[in-house]
């Protein structure tokens, strides 16, 4: 805009921003009769018809000067005009669905506490409807038989499904005034459902067919098939059409014959309607053809399959249809047909199908089916928990006095964050994934809005009262449109009985409410995902923004990933208990040579790593004296242990906080100083034991003059530590193995700055063919087997380090290193498992506890190698527990996206478990475990 434009223009209501969004999504308005008038630094403006206008795109929002609509300007930057909610221009012209010839109009009516039933006044701005649920039944009037059909007795029964069954639309065949006189008389009828037609009118007379409907009904009309029979229709918001119909049996003489001509019928009227159609009913047919004839979808059948026979009309289980049936034939006699794209079917089942005191309320089970509607919804099978949520955090601003309030009003409010659930509970974490464009979607229909916060108000129950600060004190139509937005996407996410109202819970009291917070305004214009983990509070996972649906995974509010450039595992200044240890073992062993290998002789080691060692001795170390004196020399505060099933024999301690790994390897007739060099004449177990001293001279030596190795080996191990990914026993890469890959990256990549060094990394490996091996300085070397991912070892004798990484963790790391490279923060791994294995160590009699500890770390990768086996081939086993104790330790092991069962778990892993005394395994649910550092 130019300055001195700027200077004169006013201030309007709304942002243009706020205009675009209102007109993009209120489906009261057509966006195509909207045009903007854009800056372009000319004497005139340019139009720009308002669907080719791109948010964030090339034209900036303070270019647009003013908005029209049919020619009429509704918006205007300079004057401050903004007629968009007063002025017809630009609004929806929507005729009657049902109209001539096919329809002839009725007035639907609804109650009035004064005047009674009378004509609903339609509201053709109501919102569209997300969720519907259809209820179709027919009520088995007394016409027949009605000397053992007890119908005094089935009406109460009647009625009282029909309350329970919580519809939306109610579709009821053969209905007879008495019927409906208690149905008007009914009170949650009366509260809550409007009729499809004047009570006082004969129609329902005629046919027995009746639609009562809770959404809001935009016109309602009917069109007589023949004698008795007719189809009554209702448009709802959306718009969706529903008919309702009862077809002409085989009682009658020519009833196929009847049914083929009211099809017929029904499927001319129905074919100019461009909007979608539920029709149901009793078609009196118990196969395809209704369905096929009116070219509808079966929702029955898109629920359970077409294998499904669930009769609705069963002699054998129903003493009421035994009395009407001429064959004793059960049919499925009762649908629910569909048509469009926008209805999805969510779950069908029957009503009315247990007897209450012995009496069924009809010959015919009633069919109850929720639909969601419009977008498509989110597409799991996964049930709602009350773990996760949907919700809006207030302001950091806002939190101090809303807090103080919680603090007092519930001894766990820390468990969650101030916010206002807007669905609770939502999907599982690990189904965020999936849920994310579903999400983002809806939160793009959302224009961000103002919200204040004032009026501390109640929820009562039985023996306390539910304290709550609204939201919506001063508008609750946004926060209704949010939460419809994001109803129609998941649908599985129902609202509690009472339905949903938008609160700020602030604790719970037995005593008078006398809690007053000041009025407070804010922005509303972003949701966050939340989910719990085993006992840890709720965390923010992700965050959507109002208007545009761009979503943002949070990292988790754990210990920092310190990927980015963490220091040196000891302080400058600071004592280094490993260099104690070395010199007291140097010391207790003075006839053989202690080498220090591993991170820590490469000086790239992070806080806690482990100390390596390799110990050479004259001939074959005496491993039991060893013990003995090593034992001795590093005190009461150590244990010291011997590592049983290592091709060469060693020492395990613990002391001060810092394990060591003490590997013996004897000399034979060699002198000790020169084994590590002669290492090939020792046969190769010793040779191999060896090379962890010569690997570790052979990255120095290649990095020597590579400055930035360093620091990017330690963010890479950092990194990897981070992700699980860093510990060979469970499947990953091992220490050399992050070592050997940093040490290339630097060495092709010298000279760039740490954080573009780190970011080369991540890019380099993601796009990297492993199909062949990966090498310290480049050199091609052949491999006589082949294997997911290969990272040779940088002395002889040379052989891949990575020979444990199975396709499935190969695929997992290639991820993770993605992600990186397109800075995204971690993917946890409840994320990315709906199920865990949790692996329970506890002591055995008679063994040290770490010696269990030690074989079950052992024994892992054959776990893994069973899970693979069995088509789990996305498990992931954590390397570290998240509980340890002096007598347990408890580890993670994560199932995938398709886990196995319980059952079949414990089936697979019996032969496994029964190797490994002291250990047992536990199939739990995602949520089960906590977050995983």
């Known amino acids: 805009m130019r300055a001195g434009a700027a200077a004169r223009y006013g201030a309007p209501v709304r942002t243009s921003a706020e205009i675009y969004h209102r007109v993009r999504w209120d489906p009261r308005l057509d966006p195509a009769r909207f045009v903007f008038g854009i800056d372009r630094h000319r004497a005139e403006a340019e139009l720009v018809p308002l669907p080719a206008f791109v948010p964030g795109g090339d034209i900036p929002w303070h270019r647009v000067l003013f908005i029209e609509a049919d020619g009429e300007r509704v918006w205007d930057r300079a004057t401050g005009v903004d007629r968009l909610d007063t002025s017809t221009a630009g609004r929806v012209r929507a005729p009657r669905l049902l109209g001539a010839p096919f329809f002839t109009a009725r007035t639907p009516h609804a109650w009035h506490d004064v005047d009674g039933w009378v004509p609903a006044v339609p509201q053709p701005a109501e919102p569209p409807v997300t969720i519907l649920r259809v209820l179709t039944w027919n009520t088995l009037w007394d016409r027949y038989d009605a000397d053992l059909i007890h119908t005094a007795r089935r009406r109460p029964l009647l009625l009282a499904e029909l309350e329970h069954a919580d519809a939306d639309v109610i579709a009821l065949q053969e209905v007879e005034r008495d019927l409906l006189n208690r149905l008007l008389t009914a009170a949650w009828v009366r509260e809550r459902y409007t009729l499809c037609t004047d009570p006082a009118g004969t129609d329902v007379d005629d046919s027995g067919v009746l639609l009562l409907s809770r959404v809001p009904v935009l016109e309602s009309a009917r069109h007589v098939l023949g004698p008795y029979k007719q189809v009554t229709a209702i448009t709802v918001a959306g718009p969706v059409v529903v008919a309702a119909v009862h077809l002409t ?22 074919a100019g309607l461009d909007v979608p159609v539920v029709v149901a009913g009793d078609v009196n047919d118990g196969g395809d053809t209704p369905a096929r004839r009116l070219g509808l979808r079966d929702a029955w059948t898109e629920a359970h399959g077409r294998e499904d026979r669930t009769a609705t009309f069963d002699p054998a ?83 101090p006095p809303v807090q103080d309030v919680r603090r007092v009003l519930d001894p766990r409010f820390e468990r969650w964050p101030p916010h206002v659930s807007v669905l609770f509970g939502f999907l599982p974490e690990a189904e965020f994934e999936d849920a994310a464009p579903h999400l983002a979607a809806a939160a793009a229909e959302v224009s961000p809005f103002e919200a204040t916060l004032a009026g501390v108000r109640t929820f009562a129950h039985q023996d306390d009262t539910t304290v709550w600060l609204d939201p919506a004190a001063a508008d609750p139509a946004p926060w209704a449109g949010l939460h419809a937005a994001l109803r129609r996407r998941f649908p599985q996410c129902r609202d509690r009985a009472e339905g949903w109202t938008p609160h700020l819970t602030l604790g719970r009291t037995t005593g008078p409410v006398t809690t007053r917070l000041p009025p407070a305004t804010a922005r509303v214009d972003r949701l966050v995902l939340l989910s719990r983990r085993a006992d840890e509070p709720m965390h923010p996972r992700a965050e959507v923004l109002l208007g545009t649906g761009e979503l943002r995974w949070l990292p988790d509010p754990s210990p920092a990933d310190t990927a980015a450039a963490p220091g040196p595992a000891t302080a400058a200044g600071s004592p280094d208990p490993a260099t104690g240890v070395l010199g007291i073992l140097r010391a207790a062993l003075p006839e053989g040579i202690v080498h220090l290998a591993g991170s820590r002789r490469i000086g790239c080691d992070l806080p806690g790593a482990d100390l390596d060692l390799v110990a050479v001795f004259p001939g074959e170390p005496d491993l039991d004296d060893l013990r003995r004196r090593v034992t001795g020399a590093v005190g009461a505060g150590w244990s010291v242990r011997p590592v049983g099933g290592a091709r060469v024999p060693g020492l395990r301690l613990h002391g001060d906080g810092l394990a060591v790994d003490l590997v013996t390897v004897g000399s034979g007739g060699l002198p000790v100083d020169e084994a590590v060099a002669r290492r090939a004449e020792l046969g190769e177990p010793s040779a191999v034991a060896l090379s962890a001293v010569s690997d570790a001279e052979a990255v120095l030596a290649a990095t020597a003059d590579v400055p930035g190795f360093a620091g990017l080996a330690r963010a890479v191990k950092a990194w990897a530590r981070a992700r699980g990914l860093d510990s060979a026993p469970f499947g990953g890469l091992p220490g050399m193995a992050w070592t050997v890959l940093a040490a290339r990256t630097a060495r092709d990549a010298a000279g760039l700055p740490p954080a573009e060094l780190l970011r080369h990394f991540f890019g380099t490996w993601a796009a990297w063919d492993w199909t062949g091996p990966v090498t310290l300085t480049g050199a091609a070397t052949a491999l006589t087997e082949a294997y997911p991912m290969a990272v040779l070892t940088p002395s002889s004798p040379v052989r891949t380090c990575t ?37 329970t160590v506890e002591p055995v009699a008679g063994e040290p506890f770490e010696e269990t500890v030690g074989r ?51 089936t697979l892993l019996s032969a496994w478990l029964a190797t490994l005394p002291g250990v047992h395994a536990d199939h739990v649910p995602g949520a089960a475990v906590p977050t995983l550092h």
Do not use: K
């Open 249 to 270: 049996s085989d009682h009658t003489a020519d009833g196929p014959h009847r049914r083929t001509t009211e099809l017929a019928a029904l499927t001319g009227g129905l």
């Open 856 to 906: 079950f770390r052992g024994r892992v990768r054959a776990l893994l190698t069973v899970l693979d086996e069995a088509g789990v081939t996305d498990a992931h086993a954590w390397p570290r527990p998240f509980t340890t104790g002096p007598a347990i330790r408890e580890y993670a092991v994560g199932l995938g996206r398709r886990p196995p069962g319980a059952t079949t778990l414990a």
């Open 317 to 399: 289980r129903n003493p009421l249809a035994a009395i009407g049936s001429p064959t004793g034939r059960a049919s499925r006699l009762d649908r629910v047909l569909l048509r469009g794209v926008d209805l999805t079917v969510r779950a069908a089942r029957l009503a009315g199908d247990v007897p209450r005191d012995g009496l069924l309320a009809s010959d015919h089970f009633g069919v109850l089916v929720d639909l969601a509607v419009g977008a498509a919804p989110a597409a799991t099978g996964a049930q709602p928990t009350a773990r996760t949520a949907v919700a809006w955090l207030p302001p950091r601003r806002l939190w």
């Open 803 to 839: 020979g444990q990484v199975d396709a499935g963790f190969a695929d997992l790391v290639t991820q993770e290193l993605y992600q990186s490279w397109e800075g995204r923060p971690a993917m946890p791994p409840h994320r990315r498992h709906r199920a865990w294995a949790v692996l």
